[in-house]
Nanobody
């Protein structure tokens, strides 16, 4: 069984930075695409950033382009989301997810429990 555990969320002032981590256990993620999603209260869950298994292909949402960076260390079964220049509108629960089909946009079958990020103005 694949398990994903996020960490690194918290409260930060606008303009600050956080780095989220997602540790995967139960199966190697070397062949999986990994993504970070977020969901703010009353809104849908949106894809923030994704990376294929090799790291060659990535996607970053326009709303965070230039501020957020996804990376992964397959040897450590860990995916990261570096978030810089945070804004109050980045406040949300952030989820890590894994796609066994290595798709950046589909088939995210495995999800973490989420970590809260709150950006104060």
């Amino acid at each position: 069984q694949v398990q994903l555990v996020e960490s690194g969320g918290g409260l930060v002032q606008a303009g600050g930075s956080l780095r989220l981590s997602c540790v995967v256990s139960g199966r190697t993620i070397s062949n999986y695409a990994m993504g970070w999603f977020r969901q703010a209260p009353g809104k849908e869950r949106d894809l923030v950033a994704a990376m294929d298994w090799s790291g060659s292909n990535t996607h970053t949402a326009d709303s965070v382009l230039g501020r957020f960076t996804i990376s992964r260390d397959n040897a450590k079964h860990t995916v990261y989301l570096q978030m810089n220049s945070l804004k109050p509108e980045d406040t949300a629960v952030y989820y890590c997810a894994a796609s066994p089909t290595d798709s950046l946009f589909f088939n995210y079958d495995y999800w973490g429990q989420g970590t809260q990020v709150t950006v104060s103005s």
